[in-house]
């Protein structure tokens, strides 16, 4: 049985299945054709996003829903921050809610969650890399969960015609950088 967590306004937070693909590519669609969240330029159909979300589980990591009935309203996961194995503890998080839904508190409890299981996992960092320095809601969205802006690389990306910052944020998970890791973890 998937984990279920309500949230405030009637919405459940749950595990990501296949079927449910569809409707993050259809929520990512509008970020990559509007904002600069995002560096992609072509947005990933069905498919990729169920390629995504098989590579994720197949390492271990969270990829969570936010739902009301049969609607998605927004989605979250972890992925590895680098391939490399000493960035073994350490994980990137991944944030996007249907623009219809936005300003409602959704993306912070999918996060809340995904930082819940990612420290639950033995992870000891998690990074986020925003796309953009003006994406202030997402900046706004981070800090509120206890990420600290950490630097910025200026003009990384190119987007709409125009050069885009990448602002890294990062929160310490569980005892974060103060123990050593668990063996075998």
Not at 79 to 88: E, F, K, L
Not at 142 to 171: N, Y
Request: with cysteine.
């Amino acid at each position: 049985m998937p984990h279920l967590k309500p949230g405030p306004t009637g919405f459940l937070i749950r595990d990501a299945s296949p079927k449910d693909m569809a409707a993050t590519a259809a929520i990512y669609d509008h970020f990559v054709q509007t904002s600069a969240a995002t560096f992609e330029e072509t947005s990933p159909t069905s498919n990729d996003m169920t390629g995504r979300y098989t590579e994720l589980l197949g390492k271990g990591l969270p990829f969570l829903i936010a739902g009301q009935g049969d609607q998605i309203l927004g989605y979250a996961y972890a992925g590895p921050y680098r391939s490399r194995s000493g960035y073994r503890y350490t994980v990137e998080d991944s944030v996007y809610v249907d623009q219809a839904h936005l300003g409602k508190g959704i993306g912070r409890l999918l996060l809340n969650e995904l930082i819940n299981r990612c420290t639950a996992l033995g992870y000891r960092q998690m990074i986020a890399v925003i796309g953009d320095s003006a994406n202030t809601a997402s900046i706004a969205l981070h800090s509120q969960m206890g990420f600290k802006v950490i630097g910025a690389l200026p003009a990384t990306g190119r987007k709409f015609e125009r050069w885009v910052d990448t602002v890294l944020m990062q929160c310490a998970l569980g005892d974060g950088a103060t123990t050593p890791p668990n063996p075998g973890s």
